[in-house]
């Protein structure tokens, strides 16, 4: 299984990025995918998920700014994210779970990460 970000760069606080994650080895549509990302000397923190019923949850720090989708029929995953504010700045990384229906499991697989920074 192999999981490739791209889209991660540097951008000015209120603006916009695309992050995208293409999977190989792996079929989407069976798996819980999500976005994680990791700030300099912060732990881990889960940004969204989307279900295997499309079902979508965000993290409070990212909600309506965020959109997490998938298209299956091009196992790729995405994350739009606008009015990006400097806390934002981290490595992304996609990531896919195990799941049934709205129930996500432990994240299985993890891509290598893109690098976002935001700056004021």
């Known amino acids: 299984v192999q999981l490739v970000e791209s889209g991660g760069g540097s951008v000015l606080a209120g603006g916009s990025l695309r992050l995208s994650c293409k999977g190989s080895?792996?079929?989407?549509?069976?798996?819980?995918m999500g976005w994680v990302r990791q700030a300099p000397g912060k732990e881990r923190e889960g940004v969204g998920t989307?279900?295997?019923?499309?079902?979508?949850t965000y993290a409070n720090a990212v909600k309506g700014r965020f959109t997490i989708s998938k298209d299956n029929a091009k196992n790729t995953l995405y994350l739009e994210m606008n009015s990006l504010k400097p806390e934002d700045t981290a490595m992304y990384y996609c990531?896919?779970?195990?799941?049934?229906?709205?129930?996500?499991?432990?994240?299985?697989?993890w891509g290598q990460g893109t690098q976002v920074t935001v700056s004021s």
């Open positions: 990531a896919a779970a195990p799941g049934y229906g709205s129930i996500c499991s432990r994240w299985n697989y």
């Open positions: 989307i279900a295997l019923n499309g079902i979508t």
């Open positions: 080895g792996i079929t989407f549509s069976t798996y819980c």
